[in-house]
C-alpha cells in the first residue's frame, strides 16, 4: 500500500456525466468525492435501496434509496457552455490558477471558492 493520495479528476460541485455502466449518458452534480478509494458520489445516479432500520431520526424504519459512489473512471467533466462532455486545462491568471474546458475555453465553475 502507498501512503500517497489517489488523485481524482473532478471536484464537489462539477457538474459530470456517466460515460460508462448502467447509468451511461446521465448528467448529474458530485456530492462527494472519496480520493482513497478513487470514487465519486453523483447526483441521481447509482441509485440503490437500502434497508433501513428504525432510529430516532426516522422511526419508521423502511427501505430509502440512496446514490452509492462510483469509480471516478466513469464520469467526465461536462461543460456547460459547449454542452459536451470535457477534459479540464489550468490557465494560470493574476488571481492564480484556473479551471478551463479543453474544447472551448471557458473557465469551469469553482463552487469551492468563496
Same mark, same amino acid.
Given at each position: 500500500?502507498?501512503?500517497?493520495?489517489?488523485?481524482?479528476?473532478?471536484?464537489?460541485?462539477?457538474?459530470?456525466?456517466?460515460?460508462?455502466?448502467?447509468?451511461?449518458?446521465?448528467?448529474?452534480?458530485?456530492?462527494?468525492?472519496?480520493?482513497?478509494?478513487?470514487?465519486?458520489?453523483? &447526483?441521481?445516479?447509482?441509485?440503490?435501496?437500502?434497508?433501513?432500520?428504525?432510529?430516532?431520526?426516522?422511526?419508521?424504519?423502511?427501505?430509502? &434509496?440512496? &446514490?452509492?459512489?462510483?469509480?471516478?473512471?466513469?464520469?467526465?467533466?461536462?461543460?456547460? &457552455?459547449?454542452?459536451?462532455?470535457?477534459?479540464?486545462?489550468?490557465?494560470?491568471?493574476?488571481?492564480?490558477?484556473?479551471?478551463?474546458?479543453?474544447?472551448?475555453?471557458?473557465?469551469?465553475?469553482?463552487?469551492?471558492?468563496?
Amino acid at each position: 500500500m502507498s501512503a500517497a493520495k489517489a488523485k481524482v479528476h473532478v471536484k464537489k460541485g462539477d457538474m459530470v456525466m456517466v460515460i460508462t455502466g448502467k447509468d451511461a449518458g446521465k448528467k448529474g452534480k458530485v456530492l462527494q468525492v472519496l480520493p482513497d478509494k478513487s470514487r465519486v458520489i453523483v &447526483e441521481k445516479v447509482n441509485v440503490v435501496k437500502k434497508h433501513q432500520r428504525p432510529t430516532k431520526k426516522m422511526p419508521q424504519g423502511g427501505i430509502v &434509496e440512496i &446514490e452509492a459512489p462510483i469509480h471516478s473512471s466513469n464520469v467526465m467533466l461536462y461543460c456547460t &457552455e459547449c454542452n459536451s462532455v470535457t477534459r479540464k486545462s489550468i490557465k494560470i491568471t493574476g488571481e492564480g490558477k484556473v479551471r478551463v474546458c479543453k474544447k472551448c475555453g471557458h473557465n469551469l465553475p469553482d463552487q469551492n471558492k468563496k
